[in-house]
Structures are given as structure tokens and as C-alpha cells.
């Protein structure tokens, strides 16, 4: 079961906007009181690309993302800058050989520069985790996002790789990776270890995270408000950097700082 499809109906309404795969849905909706465009990765069971049938984000994803958000800059350019929220629900890029030879690294970079460049100008952009954002999917859609809100629920998982490839990758078994993991916050999955890093901006309670009931909605709703507010004019990931996890990279950045004054 997806969750971003069970998810976007609620948020958005409306319909998907037309010249979109079919594994990428599109709305235009009302934001307190402005436009939004929300978009949603979700499972196409007749992808052309079989590793990109579960709702992984491939070759047709990335550069649709891309051109959903590049679209949206482009038709703001002159006018108010539009939210753009990305309902999140992605297990992973699409490993293949043809995702390789095609470029899936170019075009999971174009919705990475895409969702950057609308952030920096000016358009708030949120990332809403309502389940998995794992590895090279999570990078391409929402990462770039100023504000990160997570539902805080056990399917909500957060992570480079699945359990099973960071065993092998390691040379561990997936008890010893969950051991390890309990140590160190970069190596878990959960939300806490996670929020440790000063990544998440809010984390929900919602009565039912697969099937949101109205109230979940309307709760989910105020929050993505109560965000493009925060925001404000802000095009940077500053406040990223205050999580009880980024003492190093404070100090790196500080030091940095230093040196380039003195020079």
C-alpha cells in the first residue's frame, strides 16, 4: 500500500494535472489562502521500467519531477511564488541495468536541482513524510524541502539503503546493523535517531497514517499552513544545523568561517 496516494486525495483534491507518467501525480490546490502544488511518487504497475513499478523513483519519475516543479517556478516567475509540497512515500531509486545506462543519476539529479532552484527563488517548499524515504528516492523528491514534516509513526522510515543491503553492505547481519544502529543515529531508521539530526521540523500524531481519517486531514493541513508561514522569505536549510546530533558540523562550519575571514 502506498501511502502518498491514500494521502494526497485529502490535501489536495482535484485532479492530477494532464502530460504526467502515470507514476507521478500532480495537484494544484488551495494553501492558506494561496496555490500549492503537491506532488505524490506512487506505484504504476505498467511502468515500462519494472524496477520502477512500486513507487520507486526512476527514470520517468525524476525528470518528472523535474518538469512538475520546474513548470511551477516558471509560471510564478512574475507573480506569488506557490508552495510546492512533496507527500512522501518513496522505498527507493530504481536499480536496474537500464536505469543505469539510461542516466537514472541524471535524472534524479535534474529533480534535485529543480526542487533547490525553487527553493531559492522563493518558493516554500515542504517535504511530508507519510511513510518510507529511503536512499536516492528520498534525494530526489523532498529533500530540498526548507521544513520536514514527518508523520510519527513505525512505518515512517527514514534511511540510505533498506535493512537488508546496508547488512550486506557492511558485512553485518541485520541484528548487528540494528545494534549498531541503536549507537549511532545515522546508521537507525527511526524517527528519533532521525530528528536527533535536526532534519524533521514537526513530527504528527494522526489517528490512522495509511488510511487518514478527516480529522488527520485537517490537522496535516494546518501544519503544511503553519509551515509556508515559518518559512517565510527564507530560500536556505539553515535551521537543519541545530539538531542535538550537529555539534561537528556546527563546528566544521564555524571554522570554515574563520578561515575564510582571516584569509
Known amino acids: 500500500m502506498n501511502r502518498a496516494l491514500n494521502w494526497l486525495p485529502g490535501l489536495a483534491g482535484g485532479e492530477s494535472l494532464p502530460g504526467y507518467p502515470a507514476s507521478l501525480r500532480v495537484v494544484d490546490a488551495e494553501l492558506d489562502n494561496r496555490l500549492a502544488r503537491f506532488i505524490a511518487v506512487v506505484p504504476d504497475a505498467d511502468n515500462p521500467f519494472p524496477r520502477a513499478r512500486a513507487g520507486e523513483v526512476g527514470l520517468l519519475e525524476g525528470w518528472g519531477l523535474a518538469k512538475a516543479v520546474n513548470e511551477a517556478v516558471a509560471a510564478d516567475r512574475h507573480g506569488e511564488k506557490r508552495a510546492i509540497v512533496a507527500v512522501i512515500d518513496v522505498p527507493s531509486q530504481a536499480y536496474g541495468r ?61 534511511h540510505a539503503m533498506g535493512k537488508a543491503a546496508a547488512a550486506r553492505i557492511t558485512l553485518r547481519s541485520v541484528e548487528q546493523l540494528e545494534a549498531l544502529a541503536a549507537e549511532i543515529a545515522p546508521m537507525a531508521y527511526d524517527l528519533d535517531s532521525y530528528a536527533s539530526l535536526g532534519l524533521l521540523w514537526r513530527r504528527l500524531s ?58
Open 98 to 158: 537500464r536505469e543505469e545506462a539510461l542516466g537514472i543519476h541524471q535524472a534524479l539529479a535534474g529533480a534535485v536541482e529543480a526542487y533547490a532552484q525553487a527553493r531559492l527563488a522563493g518558493h516554500p517548499v515542504i517535504g511530508l513524510l507519510v511513510g518510507k524515504a529511503m536512499s536516492g528516492a528520498f534525494l530526489a523528491h523532498g529533500y530540498q524541502a526548507q521544513r520536514l514534516i514527518a508523520l510519527d509513526d513505525s512505518g515512517v522510515l527514514v
Open 206 to 263: 494522526v489517528q490512522d497514517a495509511e488510511s487518514p481519517t478527516p480529522e488527520d486531514i485537517a490537522q496535516v493541513r494546518a501544519c503544511l499552513a503553519e509551515a509556508v508561514r515559518d518559512i517565510g522569505a527564507s530560500t536556505d536549510l539553515t535551521s537543519r544545523l541545530d539538531g542535538e546530533n550537529r555539534r561537528a558540523s556546527r563546528e566544521v562550519r564555524a571554522r570554515l568561517r574563520q578561515q575564510w575571514q582571516e584569509a
